[in-house]
């Protein structure tokens, strides 16, 4: 049993409970890479093996996150910005191989991992082609009614 008087640590893991999600939001940009992969290593532990990590963040595909790329450099002693790439590749070596991208309305994005494609909440159809999209290298999608 944990016992803060006698630092006595030797059932510490029965005493962690499991999250379902851990979310990261707007964190990551404050901090270096060797800092956000130490937060990562860190954190990741309390997650269920089920479990879902979403980071949200102003990531550098977007082109809206010009002027937020430029405050990081300015305000911050040690933060960067990330493309999701980068992001997504510190997740892959946590494992966490399966990965679903949400861009929002603010401009920012959310990307969601986990360690299987069944835990993930699935895109509809249109978002799946708005990603590819981007993939392909487009700034900008919009959806056109018929």
Partial sequence: MLDPLTNNNENKQDLIAKADILLYSNIIHCQG???????????????KETGQVIVHDFFTNNPASVI???????????????????????LKSFSFNEMVIHELDSFSTALFAARSAKFLPQPCK?????NKAKELGFFQTFRLSP
Avoid at 35 to 45: G, V
Avoid at 71 to 85: D, K, P, Q, V
Avoid at 126 to 130: F, G, N, S
């Fill in 33 to 47: 890479e060797k800092e956000t992969y130490q937060l990562f290593k860190t954190t990741l532990p309390f997650l």
């Fill in 68 to 90: 937020y790329d430029l405050h990081m450099m300015l305000n911050t002693f040690n933060g960067r910005t990330y493309s999701i790439a980068e992001t997504a590749g510190i």
């Fill in 126 to 130: 249109e978002t799946k082609i708005e």
